[in-house]
């Protein structure tokens, strides 16, 4: 917890803390799955929790696809996304036939969603741990300031702790269990 860990890599050594039973946000309070825990916090427990993972990941696919209108294959045809032309971009099948789908298209695209002034903070479970944004507007369709926290820059902070005492055939396991995109971590 000191070293603000998230996901797997935090399950993995024994707290049970997953923002999706903590902070329930989208239908997380409707679904029915357990949040898989470590004991040791070595690399063979946050590869267990990472298998059983997958399998709750599926569990809850089920669950979502049961809740959806029209049931698992959508037989009723109904759309799924939302439906508010403000924020949702038209159809291609009309933005290609229609001139005034083609004008929205284009606002939506170049100008973005018309946010109010303010500012929020909003993080989700991702695979890797918490995937934060904070944003704040002054208005508009761009943001005055955009912050985003990408687990794997913070998961790999720790590992200047993990490795002393450890051989050097064991720093590939390390940091294969850590699970991090370089990506993420190029700041």
Do not use: W
């Not at 696919?61 to 698992?72: I, N, R, V």
């Amino acid at each position: 917890i000191d070293y603000a860990l998230s996901g797997p890599n935090l399950r993995g050594s024994g707290i049970e803390f997953d923002l999706r039973k903590a902070h329930p946000y989208l239908a997380y309070n409707e679904i029915e799955f357990d949040v898989p825990v470590g004991a040791t916090g070595d690399c063979y427990d946050r590869y267990l929790v990472r298998m059983e993972e997958m399998r709750q990941s599926v569990r809850i696919l089920h669950q979502c696809l049961d809740k959806l209108p029209g049931g698992p294959d959508n037989a009723s045809g109904e759309p799924i996304n939302v439906s508010d032309g403000k924020i949702v971009l038209p159809p291609k099948s009309k933005v290609l036939t229609q001139m005034e789908e083609l004008i929205h298209h284009f606002m939506l695209v170049t100008q973005g969603v018309n946010a109010p002034p303010g500012e929020i903070y909003f993080s989700a479970e991702n695979p890797k741990g918490e995937l934060g944004f904070y944003i704040n507007s002054r208005g508009g369709g761009t943001p005055h300031r955009l912050k985003i926290r990408a687990p794997s820059f913070v998961n790999l902070s720790i590992l200047p702790h993990l490795l002393p005492g450890h051989l050097i055939g064991d720093v590939v396991a390390i940091l294969g269990s850590l699970d991090f995109v370089m990506g993420e971590c190029d700041r």
